[in-house]
Structure formats: structure tokens, C-alpha cells
């Protein structure tokens, strides 16, 4: 993007993969039902048990893959991510504005700090599963200079998932082979996304959007940087996840998808339709050849891939 910064702050490897199973492995996941998806807070039944990490509901298995632009390799790029297991499980990521770079400021510094501010917040409190406090609680405590887009999830384990997002960064969630919800990116114009910042002219939590999401058996969730979004339509994203075994896998293959396509001149994606329709186009004398602008765009990719699972004692 052309302003502000962010990326891993985690130890992960940019092209590499980690599977974290939220799930405990003492935890013996039950469905509800072995027939059919079934609206997950039905399990939330009012059972108890004394065995530790035998709570009932609804988690989250999750694999990541972070892939930096190509320029970006060395210091591993701007966006940032965490996971955490709290709950039915938390997801975050941000996205460092890469103009920060232009006044010799790191783009990813804010971006990791946001992060990892974000992960040491997540049993706080007063964020008590609301994402929107927990932005608000990163942003105040993040000293760094720059600026960053972010997007954090927050499941119960009823079932419900709290999303809130400041910018580019996206969240779908897939259900039965169809995006049954995406958040909406923020801009202020083309390229410039609302975002996070160190400065007074930059947003903040009170710009985000906030959604809430009945999750349900089966649902898998797709949370990315612009990286992501900006390289690969839906029906691909659809396509990917229903192809996978798994969510690591998913994660993976969603991420390597989004980086042929930013490489791909002639690739129509997502990116080049919002710039023409946003008036952006080559010149006036390639269009008379027939030409258009095309092509995906370089970016850092960061891709969550959480798939709903439900648990019950035993
Ligand atoms: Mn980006």
C-alpha cells in the first residue's frame, strides 16, 4: 500500500508453514452431530466436567503461511500476525504502511509491536472478547513509530466470533462452499487504507468495523493482509479450501496462490478491476491497442486458515 506499515512478529518463517492445533491434545473432540453442520452454540450445553481442557464448544484449528514481497525477503517483510488459543481462539493481523519507509522508519517495527502488544492482551479483562478493546489496548500500548492496518477475531466458545478491522485487511468466513461473510475494506482513496498510526492523523479503534459471525461446525475461516485479497478471488479462495485436507495445507496453498498471481503481468486480479474502477488504466494509446491494465500486485501475504471444530466432555 502506498502509506503507513507492518509483519510477523512471531518467530514463524516467511515460506514456511505452522499448524497450531488449538485444540488440546487431551481435549477428545466430539461433533454434536456426525450428519450435518449444526449451528455450534448447540453444543454449548451446560455439561460439566472436572478434567482440565474438557470445556465444551466450539475451537478453532488454524494454520498460517506468511510469503514477503519479493523485495522484502531479507528483513522479512511488514505484515504481522498472531494466534493465540484463548477461548475458542484469537487471530490478528496487521499490515506495516510501506511509505514509513520513505522517512527512513521501518515499516514493520509498528506493525510486530501492534501484534505482539495484541497477543499479550488477549486474556485481558477489559477487553473481555471484545476485539475492538483489544485494538484499543494495542495501539496505546505500541511506542513505535509508524503505521499499520489490522484485523483481529475473537471466538467464543459459543460459537461467536467478534471481528473488528481498521483498514485492508480482511476476514471471510466459508460455509457450504460459498463465502457466507467478508468484511469490508476502509480507504480513504485508491491504495491508502485506513490504518492504525504513531501520528495524531491516523485512525483509530473507533474507526473499526466491528461484526459479529455465528460460526457453525464446519465453517472455515480465512483471515489475510490486503497481500491476500488483493490477489485472489473468492470463488479461488473457496476453490483452495474445499481442495485441502487441511488447514496448514490451506494456508499454504492459498498463500502460494496469491503469490503467482502478484507475479502475473496479465493476471486480472482483484487488484487491477478495483484500479480501473477507480479510473486507473494504462495509457490512452495502449488502450487503443486494446490493451488494459492487469497484473496482481507484489505484497507481503499473510494467510490464517482457521476451521471450526466443536468439542464435547467426555
Ligand atoms: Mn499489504
Known amino acids: 500500500m502506498a502509506i503507513p506499515v507492518l509483519r510477523p512478529f512471531t518467530s514463524i518463517a516467511y515460506s514456511t508453514s505452522r499448524d497450531l492445533q488449538l485444540i488440546s491434545s487431551t481435549d477428545s473432540p466430539t461433533l454434536c452431530s456426525v450428519h450435518k453442520p449444526k449451528r455450534l452454540v448447540c453444543c454449548a450445553t451446560p455439561s460439566v466436567s472436572n478434567h482440565v481442557g474438557s470445556e465444551v464448544g466450539v475451537r478453532l484449528s488454524v494454520g498460517t503461511h506468511f510469503i514477503p514481497h519479493p523485495d522484502k525477503v531479507e528483513k522479512g517483510g ?41 497477543s499479550s ?118 476453490s483452495v479450501v474445499s481442495s485441502c485436507d487441511n488447514v496448514s495445507d490451506a494456508a499454504k496453498a492459498l498463500a502460494n496462490l496469491a503469490h503467482n498471481h502478484s507475479k502475473d503481468s496479465s493476471f486480472d486480479s482483484p487488484y487491477s478491476q478495483e484500479a480501473r474502477s477507480q479510473g486507473f488504466d494504462v495509457p490512452w494509446w495502449k488502450k487503443i491497442m486494446g490493451m488494459k491494465l492487469t497484473g496482481g500486485k507484489l505484497d507481503d501475504i499473510t494467510v490464517i486458515v482457521g476451521q471450526v471444530t466443536s468439542s464435547l466432555s467426555s
Open 78 to 118: 511488514e505484515d504481522a500476525f498472531f494466534i493465540s488459543s484463548h477461548s475458542g481462539g484469537v487471530l490478528g493481523v496487521a499490515d506495516g504502511v510501506s511509505g514509513w519507509a520513505e522517512k527512513d522508519v521501518n515499516p514493520a517495527l509498528f506493525s510486530r509491536e501492534l501484534m505482539a502488544n495484541a
Open 121 to 238: 492482551f488477549v486474556e485481558d479483562e477489559e477487553v473481555n472478547y471484545d476485539p475492538r478493546s483489544l485494538i484499543r489496548k494495542a495501539h496505546a500500548a505500541t511506542s513505535s513509530i509508524g503505521s499499520a492496518t489490522v484485523v483481529v477475531a475473537m471466538l467464543e466458545m459459543n460459537g461467536i466470533l467478534k471481528i473488528a478491522s481498521v483498514g485492508d485487511c480482511g476476514v471471510k468466513v466459508i460455509r457450504k462452499g460459498q463465502v457466507a461473510f467478508s468484511t469490508s475494506p476502509q480507504e480513504h482513496y485508491f491504495d491508502c487504507p485506513y490504518q492504525l498510526s504513531s501520528e495524531a492523523v491516523g485512525q483509530t479503534f473507533l474507526d473499526a468495523t466491528v461484526t459479529t459471525v455465528e460460526l457453525m461446525e464446519e465453517d472455515t475461516v480465512v483471515m489475510g493482509s490486503d497481500g491476500l485479497f488483493d490477489n485472489v478471488f473468492d470463488r479461488e479462495i473457496v
